[in-house]
């Protein structure tokens, strides 16, 4: 008999409240197969009819059957196919993670259609928690953690009780993600252990993430044959490196025979890299591959490589170029299972940026896009921003634009689609109730890039909220465009970086331009932005295909929310709408801080329409959303006017 698992009372249900599950608890649910993912579907069903409070079902009520057998031809892996016969409904899928799929689908949208076939565009749909196993002051236990501690790691080891573990998986399983990278990319010496002592602990983990259809990754420090095994090098090409290499890949698969594999940050913001031994990435990726290939493991090695110890006088050197300089030269040379893991733009998840064009420059290796779920530079879970806009704007972009060869990004990283968590032990699992969204929708666009964002916040929000159309109505009004509006406040027309150094909330806006993290904006008295051109700038342009390059290169065909990433402009300039561009800064400031107060506004006509937590969480950070936009408008405007000179065309007030 299933174990009813009575999901946590003090926590958020998120998109899957029980009482959505009713016509799922109380039919005669039947599972065929599918092992420990399809065991979890009883599971969940037991689990809804002990909080809904139902029995057993009627021998006549409906049916849901759930197997393995008679599946769709070329199902990939984790998609399902629904059938309707009469009131009985059969779920069909390969595999057992398919059947939870096709269980959740259900409960998000109970009335799921008759000849429903969901196929992930994609194989590994991942998130990345970046959680230490240890807190430090500033950020807890979750680097860029927006939502309280670690829900895996605390004081050092992997928690004993995994009941909030659990609830994640069960989140990630819910939306599709099947891939779960377990500790922070930047590996601290507790975690090196994962590898090794905590290698019990992991496996544990990996054994409940498989009843989620999930398979778990471990960060792992490029250093670790010095750490770990006791050499004086980590050099690649060191065969004792190697060895050290096979023996710990052939310790983690005696305990988790499907680790995904492992996820690399190597030379980067300081991490050891082969670069220390003359060695370039390929040598790098390539060693731990090896070691990975007789288990049929990947190596996700990260492209966020740049100099971050930048002399800001020298303006030849541009990080936006840095990814692509680096590995475009090393394509061709990475064994079959190393997957490149990009981020989506070249500089760092800024609220704007354009597509890093390394994603379509790898003809001959396989890519992987990384996004940022967790709001490190948006805002940070105390600002709506819902995020999905622009994940899907990346997702469609088409490096074969003027071709015959349409190469969307989502064509291009046929190795993935990642991101990082956005998941901490907050009451509601995201610190903001509102950016729950965000974690949905990155799911439902990793397992369909072609998924329109605001239909997916109507989904998400109708299996959060319910089918309360005032309410419904209200938080699409708060949530919706919020991205853009974060934008107009932050980063007018695509300059970024105006934000206070190391933490990333709130402005400052030469915070970071006489630093060594190469984030300019080069701000004057006669204009700002940076000139990335071919003709008079770092070149950067010229590193997408031509039509690409071409539009970015003339400041008359510059998509204008890039403007000051391509371009060196100056204040007076006119912009398409007519106006100069300072007063466009002025003007999307003033906007933005209006924007957010009717945001603020409307949440407070339908607040009572949900619990009294979710209403006052939601209004307290939409308070200090407010402080916060105007924070940013008086800052930023000002600097521009004490730059320029400008007066305000409207007459408003600037400091
Ligand atoms: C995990 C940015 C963040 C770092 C993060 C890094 C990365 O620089 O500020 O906290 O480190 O990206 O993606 O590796």
Redesign the pocket.
Known sequence: MPTPQPWFPDTHPCWLPAARGRHLAAARVEVDGGGPAGATVLDEVASLRAELGLGEPAADAPRWLFTTAGAPDGLRPGGFAVHHDGADRVVRAPDGAGLLHGFYRALVVPDVLDGTVEDPAVDLRMLDS?DNMTADGVMGSV??GYAGDSVLFRDGRVVEDLTRVRGFLRLMASVGLNAWALN???VHDAERGLVDEHLPDVARVADLARSFGVRVWLSVDFSSPISLGGLDVADPLDERVAAFWRETADRLYRAVPDLGGFLV?AD??GRPGPHAYGRDHADGANVLARALAPHSGTVLW?C?VYDHRQDWRDRSTDRARAAHDHFVPLDGRFDDNVVLQV?NGPM?FQVREPVSPLLGALRETTTAVEFQVTQ?YTGQQQHVCYLAPQWSEVLRFDFGEGTSEPRTVADCARGGVVAVSNVGDSWCWTGHPLAQANLFAFGRLAWDPRLDPDALLGEWSRATFGDDEELLAGVHDVVAGSWRTYEDLTAPLGVGWMVSPHH?YGPDVEGYEYTAWGTYHFADRDGVGVDRTVATGTGYAGQYPPAHAARYEDLATCPEELLLFFHHVGYGHRLSTGETLVQRIYDTHFAGVEDVRRRAARWEEVADRVDERTAQEVRTRLAEQVRSAQEWCDRITTYFHRASGAPDAHGRRIF
Do not use: G, T
Request: charged content about 55%.
């Open positions: 970046w680097e860029r922070n990319v930047n940050k980067s913001e990260r966020f981020k760092d490190e990333h």
